[in-house]
């Protein structure tokens, strides 16, 4: 079975200042990764997933993650924050153990943007 | 588009009373739904995933008897706390999957507070 680890519980960092979110995941096979985003009584929200192919992934908002094999990493990134990303994220994976459906959560890691 | 709610947001039950979370999917058919549950500072782990006009599947160490779960249709799927106790509060999250999606795809609805004194 596939997990993932989220280290960070919480992350202050200033406006229009970079930001990492550490992600690292244990899997013996080929896993599909995600990122999620939930913003107060709001749903997750998809910010991007890497299934295969170029290990730099894009999504919404201006984030962006790497999946580096290697170290078993997906880091999220961002180059500047707004107020606006002040949320909790959630690292996730899903493997061939569960048919790729079932999605492992991280704990998540809450982000807090000060002006 | 993609839009899952839930009802209620927030309940407050007595111990040994049956509480039902409904999920709905808004504004697609989804022929599966799955339930979550969130504890204080961890993960969703979860709980079962449901397939329209079938018996839900529970995850290991989930009692199904004390969570019920109906989808008796594509857009609808409940929960229903049965007999819960203070330790069943927590926060619980229903995502949907339209027909067409991908494995992985699934929409999340804003979670129901349940808080049982």
């Known amino acids: 079975a596939q997990s993932v680890t989220q280290l960070d519980s919480q992350v202050p960092v200033f406006e229009e200042a970079p930001v990492e979110l550490r992600c690292n995941y244990s899997?013996?096979?080929?896993?599909?990764l995600f990122w999620y985003v939930q913003y107060p009584n709001q749903g997750l929200q998809l910010l991007l997933k890497?299934?295969?192919?170029?290990?730099l992934v894009k999504g919404i908002n201006g984030f962006e993650a790497e999946f580096n094999k290697s170290q078993t990493s997906f880091h999220l990134r961002k180059p500047s924050v707004h107020i606006s990303d002040t949320a909790e994220y959630f690292c996730a994976v899903s493997g061939p153990s569960g048919g790729y459906q079932k999605v492992t959560f991280g704990t998540g890691t809450k982000l807090q943007v000060i002006p | 588009g993609a839009v899952v709610s839930q009802h209620p947001s927030r309940v407050i039950c007595k111990s040994g009373t049956s509480v039902k979370i409904e999920c709905r999917s808004l504004d697609f058919q989804a022929t599966t739904m799955f339930w979550y549950r969130q504890f204080p500072k961890q993960s969703l782990m979860l709980m079962a995933t449901?397939?329209?006009?079938?018996?839900?599947?529970?995850e290991q160490g989930v009692e199904k008897d004390k969570f019920l779960i109906n989808h008796a249709s594509l857009t609808l799927s409940t929960l229903t706390v049965t007999s819960a106790h203070p330790e069943d509060s927590s926060f619980y999250i229903c995502s949907a999957r339209p027909p067409t999606g991908q494995i992985y795809e699934q929409y999340f609805g804003p979670g129901t507070r349940l808080t049982v004194t």
């Open positions: 449901s397939n329209e006009g079938s018996k839900a599947t529970y």
């Open positions: 890497y299934l295969s192919g170029s290990t």
């Open positions: 899997s013996s096979v080929s896993v599909y």
